[in-house]
């Protein structure tokens, strides 16, 4: 079996990660793609993060029915910071040995690396695979990084809230049940 974990605080889930996920099922020929929402993002400021469970909630109205796509509450249900290398080594133990566990990212994590806890053990249990727009300079990447270009996805998590916040339409850039969640539980009201 091969799985592909895509981490992160998806504040919100928008059109983007969806594209993300599903080009990683293809092009990586993964059984499944699993969302796993931080609890408390690691390297992220809190201060305009909505509660897990609304990004969670929102998670699941964006992948519905989805075929290879499912949402984990590991990260969320142990109500703490969890870092990375502990959701791959909680993956590896509930999947049979031979599971080939493929850790996705994008661009943005290239950068901080060295930074993360115990990368070293992260490559050795998973693949780490990093989903990049075409042209991204290689120079400084770590070997046991997989780059893998894909084009740009124009949305960002930031300008959605931004425009939540003023009511603006947001539609375009989440999927719609996400944008129904976001209007009728008033997230992001006071977003900057």
Same mark, same amino acid.
């Given at each position: 079996?091969?799985?592909?974990?895509?981490?992160?605080?998806?504040?919100?889930?928008?059109?983007?990660?969806?594209?993300?996920?599903?080009?990683?099922?293809?092009?990586?020929?993964?059984d499944k793609v699993i969302f796993i929402p931080a609890y408390i993002p690691v390297h992220k400021n809190a201060i305009e993060i909505v509660d897990a469970k609304d990004r969670l909630s929102m998670i699941e109205f964006a992948i519905g029915s989805s075929p290879g796509l499912e949402?984990?509450?590991?990260?969320?249900?142990?109500?703490?910071?969890?870092?990375?290398?502990?959701?791959?080594?909680?993956?590896?133990?509930?999947?049979?040995?031979?599971?080939?566990?493929?850790?996705?990212?994008?661009?943005?994590?290239?950068?901080?690396?060295?930074?993360?806890? $115990? @990368?070293?053990?992260?490559? *050795?249990?998973?693949?780490?695979?990093?989903?990049?727009? /075409?042209?991204?300079?290689? =120079?400084?990447?770590?070997?046991?990084?997989?780059?893998?270009?894909?084009?740009?996805?124009?949305?960002?998590?930031? $300008? @959605?809230?931004?425009?939540? *916040?003023?009511?603006?339409?947001?539609?375009?850039?989440? /999927?719609?049940?996400?944008? =129904?969640?976001?209007?009728?539980?008033?997230?992001?009201?006071?977003?900057?």
């Amino acid at each position: 079996m091969r799985i592909g974990l895509l981490g992160g605080t998806f504040n919100p889930v928008h059109n983007g990660h969806i594209t993300l996920a599903m080009e990683a099922k293809l092009r990586l020929k993964l059984d499944k793609v699993i969302f796993i929402p931080a609890y408390i993002p690691v390297h992220k400021n809190a201060i305009e993060i909505v509660d897990a469970k609304d990004r969670l909630s929102m998670i699941e109205f964006a992948i519905g029915s989805s075929p290879g796509l499912e949402v984990s509450r590991y990260e969320i249900d142990k109500a703490e910071k969890v870092y990375s290398v502990d959701t791959i080594k909680y993956f590896k133990d509930i999947y049979p040995d031979d599971t080939e566990i493929f850790f996705i990212a994008g661009e943005d994590a290239l950068s901080g690396l060295d930074t993360w806890k $115990d @990368i070293d053990r992260i490559f *050795a249990l998973s693949k780490f695979v990093v989903f990049s727009r /075409p042209g991204l300079s290689r =120079d400084n990447t770590r070997q046991e990084v997989e780059i893998i270009d894909m084009d740009e996805v124009h949305i960002s998590s930031t $300008d @959605i809230r931004q425009r939540a *916040a003023k009511g603006s339409p947001i539609e375009a850039m989440v /999927p719609v049940r996400v944008a =129904d969640y976001i209007s009728k539980n008033n997230l992001y009201k006071q977003a900057r």
